[in-house]
């Protein structure tokens, strides 16, 4: 799985704020405004912070110091500014809203911008987080933010941090496409290496998460063949079949004319081993879309793996008979299923005429059916890729 995913930076609203005018006041609140005017912001917020020091429920104070502080870009302490001053009353809430939306777009912003150059040094992933951070702290309700922090940490391989980002992404917005895809990839990862390390109930239950995040991106999205992919692969993992069937004939039912559906129900089928049904889809995949490569493939595999398995059963049946009848022959019909794959994995050589898997079926295919010269061709291409491996 890549680490790094381009992001896109937000166009930015333009917030005109009220200007601050001079009404009856403390000294210190006179002097801030003052020095407001002037720009002096160093010297508006040490007046301030005396002013709510001796006047603590002064909520214009408050909203002064929080705009002062948005000057200073001390955005932290802004915030904090704003909300004493929303707890005091909401005469400067509409403001307030304004100034946390613009900064929380210019963090966001710069966050983008420091992401993007992780590329070149990890130490911006960093600087990301810190613009992150602060957005969410602003706007804590922005799905977005944690979506794009998440993909920092992951970027920083804190798969743990960004499956925590993620999961309060989808809490915030259920509805979040991207955010339910990629909380389901990172949890399926995770289950692998669960498995790997033969952790079976932490892979169970890694792998039941994963789930729960791909069926909700399907809800969202059920013609996106992604979502569909991904809750075949996940429902086998776990033992499922019957969901996979129920989700594939579904779809076909439902759109019999949409390709991707056909494909993935073909490739469901393909996994029970159900060789012919599994072709009839592809088949009916590739009428609607003759240059659909991937069902092109997958329809040569099916009729491929059909011959293997007649070809398993006829060697069963063949070496039984010779026991008691040394004049046995074998049944050789499994060939023609063979020769029907060959059109069709031929054709897929050239989008895939680097995999090595492919080349060694071939030669298989083309030493089985006694065709020497496009054997020899197969095999020097098979043994080009795999020189030195």
Aim: aromatic fraction near 12%; charged fraction near 30%; glycine fraction near 4%.
């Amino acid at each position: 799985m890549k680490r790094y995913f381009p992001l896109a930076l937000l166009p930015l609203v333009v917030f005109y704020f009220s200007s601050t005018g001079f009404q009856c006041g403390s000294a210190e609140t006179t002097s801030a405004k003052l020095y407001m005017q002037q720009k002096n912001w160093a010297k508006a917020e040490e007046s301030l912070l005396k002013e709510v020091v001796k006047n603590e429920k002064n909520e214009e104070a408050h909203f002064l110091l929080g705009q002062v502080r948005f000057e200073l870009k001390k955005y932290l302490s802004m915030n904090e500014s704003f909300t004493n001053a929303l707890q005091l009353g909401d005469q400067h809430k509409v403001d307030i809203v304004r100034y946390r939306q613009s900064v929380w777009g210019s963090l966001f912003n710069e966050g983008v911008a420091f992401y993007n150059k992780g590329r070149d040094s990890a130490v911006y992933y960093d600087k990301a987080l810190d613009a992150f951070n602060t957005a969410i702290t602003l706007m804590p309700d922005s799905a977005n933010t944690y979506y794009v922090a998440a993909l920092a940490d992951y970027a920083k391989k804190d798969m743990a941090g960004a499956v925590r980002r993620l999961e309060t992404a989808v809490g915030k917005d259920p509805k979040y496409l991207d955010a339910q895809k990629l909380l389901g990839q990172f949890n399926y990862a995770m289950a692998l290496e669960k498995l790997e390390a033969k952790d079976e109930a932490g892979a169970n239950a890694l792998f039941g998460k994963a789930q729960k995040a791909y069926e909700a991106a399907y809800a969202i999205e059920p013609e996106n063949a992604e979502n569909i992919r991904n809750l075949i692969d996940i429902y086998e993992r776990t033992k499922q079949s019957d969901k996979a069937m129920k989700l594939t004939s579904e779809a076909v039912a439902k759109d019999p004319s949409n390709k991707i559906f056909r494909y993935a129900y073909g490739a469901f089928l393909l996994r029970q081993d159900k060789y012919k049904e599994a072709g009839d889809q592809f088949a009916a995949a590739l009428k609607i879309d003759p240059e659909y490569s991937d069902a092109a493939y997958n329809l040569g595999v099916s009729y491929l793996n059909w011959g293997v398995a007649m070809k398993e059963e006829s060697d069963k049946k063949y070496e039984a008979e010779r026991k008691t009848n040394k004049a046995a022959k074998e049944d050789v019909a499994y060939k023609e299923k063979f020769k029907e794959a060959l059109p069709y994995l031929e054709k897929a050589v050239a989008t895939r005429e680097d995999d090595v898997l492919l080349w060694q079926t071939l030669t298989k295919i083309y030493s089985n059916l006694g065709m020497s010269d496009k054997y020899k061709k197969a095999l020097e291409r098979f043994d080009k890729l795999t020189k030195g491996k």
